[in-house]
C-alpha cells in the first residue's frame, strides 16, 4: 500500500477545552491513515482543562515537513463556535474553507456578529446550526463529530461518510456509535 499523498491538505480545527477537537484530529488523521496517506499532525492544548483555547494541525501529503502549519496555510478550518473561528482565521489561506458551529461560547457579543465578520471573510462557508446536533442528537457531547460530518456534507474534506464512521468505529466505544453516528447525519437529519 502507498503510504503517501499527492497533494498535501492542511486541516485546522478550533475551539475551547472540552470539546472534542483533540478527538476530531484524531478521526481525521485515522480516515487519511486508512485512505494511505501520510498524516502529520499536533495539538496546542495550553489552557484546555479551564475552557481555553485548543488548536488541532492535521496535514496530510508528503510535503508536510512540520507537523504545524503555518499562518496562511490551512486549506481547511474547522471551528467549534465563531469566536474560536475568527481567533483562528489568520491560519486560513485565501480562498480556504470553512465550517464552524454557530454556537457562541469564548467571547462577548452576539454569535450572529461573529458569523457576519466571518462570512465577509470567507464567502460560503459551512454552518452548523447547535440547535440542530440538540435536536438531532439530544446532547453537545457528540458536536465534534457533527462538525465532521457538516464539513464531509459541504465537501471541505476528502473522505465520505463511510470512512468517518469506519474511524469513529475504530476511535470510541461502542456504546457511543449509535449517538456519533446521529451526529455524523446531524446536517442531514435537521
Known amino acids: 500500500m502507498d503510504v503517501t499523498?499527492?497533494?498535501?491538505l492542511n486541516?485546522?480545527?478550533?475551539?475551547v477545552g472540552g470539546q472534542g477537537t483533540v478527538l476530531l484530529a484524531r478521526l481525521l488523521a485515522d480516515m487519511a491513515l486508512a485512505k494511505g496517506h501520510f498524516v502529520r499532525g499536533s495539538e496546542t492544548i495550553g489552557m484546555a482543562q479551564?475552557?481555553?483555547s485548543v488548536v488541532s494541525h492535521v496535514r496530510l501529503g508528503e510535503g508536510a515537513a512540520s507537523p504545524l502549519i503555518p499562518h496562511g496555510e490551512a486549506d481547511v478550518l474547522l471551528a467549534f463556535e465563531p469566536g474560536e473561528a475568527l481567533r483562528a482565521l489568520p491560519y486560513l489561506k485565501p480562498g480556504g474553507r470553512l465550517a464552524v458551529c454557530d454556537r457562541l461560547l469564548s467571547t462577548a457579543g452576539s454569535a450572529e456578529e461573529y458569523l457576519s465578520a466571518l462570512r465577509e471573510r470567507v464567502p460560503g462557508m459551512t454552518v452548523l446550526p447547535f440547535e440542530m446536533v440538540m435536536r438531532v442528537c439530544g446532547s453537545a457531547k457528540p458536536l465534534n463529530v457533527a462538525l465532521l460530518g457538516a464539513a464531509l456534507d459541504g465537501g471541505l474534506l476528502p473522505f465520505s461518510l463511510e470512512d468517518a464512521t469506519d474511524a469513529l468505529k475504530g476511535r470510541v466505544p461502542q456504546r457511543f456509535w449509535a449517538l456519533n453516528e446521529r451526529a455524523l447525519l446531524a446536517c442531514r437529519q435537521g
Do not use: F, T, V
Open 5 to 8: 499523498c499527492m497533494y498535501e
Open 11 to 15: 486541516i485546522l480545527i478550533a475551539g
Open 50 to 52: 479551564r475552557g481555553g
